[in-house]
Each structure stands twice: as structure tokens, then as C-alpha cells.
């Protein structure tokens, strides 16, 4: 099992900036993808950036240039830095560890999940 504590959600105005944290153990970080999703309401979750063991990164095409990922192995967290926040830019933040386990016959895909923290960009 794996714990990730997620939070810095709060209300921000349009064009305003947050920045996310996980926490997670030591070891989470070598072993997992690392990874930001969101909900809004009514939507199905979908991935905003996540962070391989090897550091490289992927980022959906609303938060190129907008949102970044990254981690400090010292302090075990991992952010989410987004910037020049749109009102479409409003759901439950949630932090996402995953790894996918290779055997002959199987190829599956284990993810953990944050608690979730609420982003809201209102005026």
C-alpha cells in the first residue's frame, strides 16, 4: 500500500498561481511513476502531468506551458506548480503514484491515489 498526502488546493482568482504538494515514503519515488490528475464535476479524471522515475515528464496538451511537475527526493514531495490559472482550471487535484508490473503472461497497472485537494478559480 502506498500513502500519498496531497494538499495546497485553495480559491484563486483567474491568472493567479498555486503550487500542490504530495507527500509520500522514501522509496515511493524510485519505484513510482509520480503523477497530478484532476476531477471536476461531472468529468471523468484525467492526467495533468506525471513525473517517471528517470525524471522525464508528460504534461497534457491544458498545461503545456502553464503547469510543471517536480519532485525533491529530500523532502519526499512531490508539486505542482500552475500558473496563469482559468476558471476551467477548477476540480479536485488528486496525487497519483503507478507502477506497471511486467510478468510473461500479464502486463498490469497498479495506482494509488491522494486524498485529493480542491482547486477553484473564481473572481
Known amino acids: 500500500q502506498v500513502q500519498l498526502v496531497d494538499s495546497g488546493g485553495d480559491l484563486v482568482q483567474p491568472g493567479g498561481s498555486l503550487r500542490l504538494s504530495c507527500t509520500a515514503a522514501?522509496?515511493?519515488?524510485?519505484?513510482?511513476?509520480m503523477g497530478w490528475y484532476r476531477q471536476a464535476p461531472g468529468k471523468e479524471r484525467e492526467l495533468v502531468a506525471n513525473?517517471?522515475?528517470?525524471?522525464?515528464?508528460k504534461y497534457a496538451d491544458f498545461a503545456k506551458g502553464r503547469f510543471t511537475i517536480s519532485r525533491d527526493s529530500a523532502k519526499n514531495t512531490l508539486y505542482l506548480q500552475m500558473n496563469n490559472l482559468k476558471f476551467e482550471d477548477t476540480a479536485v487535484y488528486y496525487c497519483n503514484a503507478q507502477i506497471v508490473v511486467v510478468t510473461a503472461n500479464t502486463e498490469r497497472t497498479y495506482d494509488f491515489w491522494g486524498q485529493g485537494t480542491q482547486v477553484t478559480v473564481s473572481s
Open positions: 522514501r522509496h515511493v519515488f524510485s519505484v513510482y511513476t
Open positions: 513525473m517517471t522515475t528517470g525524471g522525464s515528464t
